[in-house]
């Protein structure tokens, strides 16, 4: 397996768990398997959301987000590349 389709199948697999994660914490995901930010923050491990806005209003987000109405909801696929990607040094 090359290393893009091993880092491919990992953030499959973190995904999913990051979703399990999700369900079983009552964390509403949306259609497109996007959470919100509070919820991000927790996956990442960060003490709060303040660090994903402090990333967001420096320009240095690790995780794409976008915006509905003032809050910023971000992807579990997306979550899942950036905890695998900092395993491989590129977070």
């Known amino acids: 397996m090359s ?3 091993e880092l491919a199948a990992r953030i499959a697999v ?3 768990q990051i979703e399990r994660y999700c369900r079983r914490n009552e964390i509403a995901i949306a259609a497109d398997g996007a959470i919100d930010e509070a919820a991000a923050a927790k ?3 960060y003490a709060g959301p303040d ?3 402090r990333q ?3 320009g240095v987000n690790r995780v794409p987000f ?3 109405g ?3 909801m971000y992807r579990t696929v997306d979550l ?3 905890i695998e990607r900092s395993y491989n040094g590129g977070g």
Do not use: F, W
Request: no cysteine; glycine share 4%; hydrophobic share 50%.
């Open 14 to 16: 973190t995904a999913r």
């Open 66 to 68: 976008r915006l509905l």
């Open 51 to 53: 660090a994903l806005r």
């Open 80 to 82: 899942a590349r950036a």
């Open 3 to 5: 290393d893009d389709a």
């Open 43 to 45: 996956v990442l491990g």
């Open 56 to 58: 967001a209003a420096d």
């Open 70 to 72: 003032n809050r910023r």
